[in-house]
């Protein structure tokens, strides 16, 4: 996941009084939303936990999510293997040869919101995420290369990754993002910055993937108008110890992607469900030592 290679960017923030306030890309993510094609934005949605909820609306607000799909006491029991809810949908409206999607994500992990204070907890998660790509930070000279400043460090940050989506596509990224934290919540917001459209060191695009007796061949390079994701991690009051995660990403899908095969509804739940499982597996471990 591209939010947790930059997620290392975070450590040791201060406390905010909103997000909103604190955090201007995800602000933008919400109202006016995603840039996804010429005169095209698509808004992001609300958190499904917002602040300032006690346990009883937090329990609610859960239990209309997961409706008859599970129980609130199993879908946030404390095990590996507990859950998750994912749906993904079409954004409307959107250009006709790069529509774009719509992935929201959702489960619980058992921890402390303090452990994301530790570098090295931070670098566990990067390598769930990360998977088989390569991602770096960008550093201060090349950003000053292209006119590009960073008002807060300790907030913000530029990477760049390259990874294999769904054995199908090739994408190279550079992503903004943004962090944020509160009493009850962490938040960071990533936006792949249009700024590096054609650039040639930490370009934005994409290749196909043919794979022809065991050797992996990438087609050309093509540009991408990339994607928008903001992953918000609540604090529970009740069980405790629960920690609400939700993710919400739109990103853009070129014809030539899947060969207009539905393979995010296919295979998309196995991977989503996989990185969950990593990252409790990883939390567990970090809050046992």
């Known amino acids: ?51 300032g909820l006690d346990a009883a609306k937090q329990k609610a607000a859960i239990t209309a999510l997961i409706g008859n799909d599970y129980t609130f006491e199993d879908f946030t029991r404390d095990s590996n293997v507990a859950p998750q809810l994912l749906r993904l949908d079409d954004v409307t409206p959107s250009a006709p040869k790069a529509p774009a999607r719509r992935v929201d994500a959702w489960f619980v992990v058992y921890g402390d919101l303090k452990s994301l204070d ?64 509160t009493a009850e919540s962490v938040v960071v917001a990533v936006e792949v910055d249009p700024r590096f459209q054609g650039d040639k060191k930490f370009p934005n695009d994409w290749a196909s993937i043919t794979k022809e007796g065991g050797e992996t061949k ?27 995660c939700e993710q919400h990403v739109v990103f853009v899908e070129p014809e030539g992607w899947f060969d207009d095969a539905n393979l995010l509804r296919s295979k998309l739940p196995l991977a989503v469900q996989s990185n969950v499982r990593s990252m409790r597996k990883e939390w567990s471990r970090f809050e046992k030592k």
Do not use: C
């Open 1 to 51: 996941m591209l939010t947790l290679v930059l997620l290392a960017t975070a450590a040791g923030q201060p406390p905010a009084a909103t997000h909103e306030t604190a955090n201007p890309l995800y602000k933008s993510l919400l109202d006016p939303g995603l840039a996804i094609g010429p005169n095209l934005r698509a808004k992001l949605p609300a958190p499904t936990l917002p602040d």
């Open 218 to 244: 990438y087609g050309p390079a093509n540009p991408w108008a990339g994607s928008g994701l903001y992953l918000k991690i609540t604090k529970l009051a009740e069980p405790a110890g629960a920690l609400f």
């Open 118 to 181: 530790d570098e090295k907890f931070l670098d566990s998660l990067l390598s769930v995420g990360r998977g088989d790509g390569k991602g770096d930070s960008i550093k201060k000279e090349d950003l000053a290369e292209r006119k590009i400043t960073i008002a807060d460090e300790k907030k913000e940050g530029f990477g760049h990754i390259a990874f294999d989506f769904l054995d199908k596509v090739r994408i190279r990224a550079t992503g903004r993002a943004m962090w944020s934290k």
